[in-house]
């Protein structure tokens, strides 16, 4: 397999961890770098996919939540068992997968576009947008921190790809935006964020977000 993407991006950083809680070598997803400020992703082979995309033989595979279902399915029996061990963690799992895409993901990802990429390009981040989708993502954290005062991760008591799939993001809030009250301030959702981030898979990923991030230009997060 092949997987199609901007290093240290978001989006692939979220298909690369899930690759590598699955144990997956270089001989098994090869990652090819996309250089989106050479404007590598306007090039005839790109044109009709967006990044990260995955080729596996005759299937070409793009949204990140698209490919790490995918591979979480596909490798199944192999390395973690991100969706749990029943068909009810399953749903679970996509439950919060769900709540990852659509409640917390839009408000984190407008944040990081204005603090991250927009001043990064050399522009002045929008404050008032930052400060509305702050306040946004903080109201999503008082759910988090209830639910998770009652179990130890989203999906129940095991670590799924419901978890795995908000590690970019809040990895960027904390140590690139440096904007991590929302996440310090609460015990239940730090404590699982100290769990999640803490795990082999991500600390041996989440070093490349931090090289790429001291370039002068990143990817964006329409993540
Ligand atoms: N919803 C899409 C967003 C795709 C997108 O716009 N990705 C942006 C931000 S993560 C990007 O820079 N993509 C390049 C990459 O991830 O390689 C996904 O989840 O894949």
């Not at 990064?120 to 988090?144: C, I, W």
């Not at 921190?145 to 795995?164: I, M, N, P, T, V």
């Not at 140590?175 to 898979?201: D, E, G, M």
Request: charged share 20%.
């Amino acid at each position: 397999m092949k997987l199609y993407g901007v290093p240290g991006s978001i989006c692939t950083t979220r298909v690369l961890v899930t690759a590598a809680e699955k144990g997956l070598d270089k001989t098994q997803l090869q990652h090819i770098p996309v250089d989106i400020s050479a404007g590598d992703q306007k090039k005839p082979q790109y044109l009709a996919i967006q990044v990260p995309a995955l080729q596996d033989g005759d299937l070409t595979l793009f949204e990140s939540r698209a490919v790490i279902r995918y591979l979480a399915d596909k490798y199944e029996g192999q390395g973690t068992p991100l969706y749990g061990s029943s068909n009810r963690d399953r749903a679970l799992v996509e439950q919060w997968l769900e709540v990852e895409s659509h409640n917390f993901n839009p408000h984190i990802s407008i944040v990081l576009n204005e603090l991250v990429f927009t001043m990064s390009r050399g522009e002045d981040p929008d404050t008032k947008l930052v400060t509305t989708h702050y306040e946004r993502l903080d109201r999503v954290l008082d759910v988090y921190e209830a639910h998770l005062s009652r179990q130890k991760y989203l999906a129940g008591d095991f670590f799924s790809l419901a978890d795995l799939s908000h590690l970019p993001t809040i990895f960027y809030l904390i140590r690139v935006a440096k904007k991590p009250n929302v996440i310090f301030r609460r015990p239940h959702v730090l404590t699982w964020w100290q769990l999640i981030s803490n795990r082999p898979a991500w600390k041996a990923i989440a070093p490349s977000i931090m090289t790429v991030t001291k370039q002068p230009k990143t990817a964006s997060t329409s993540a």
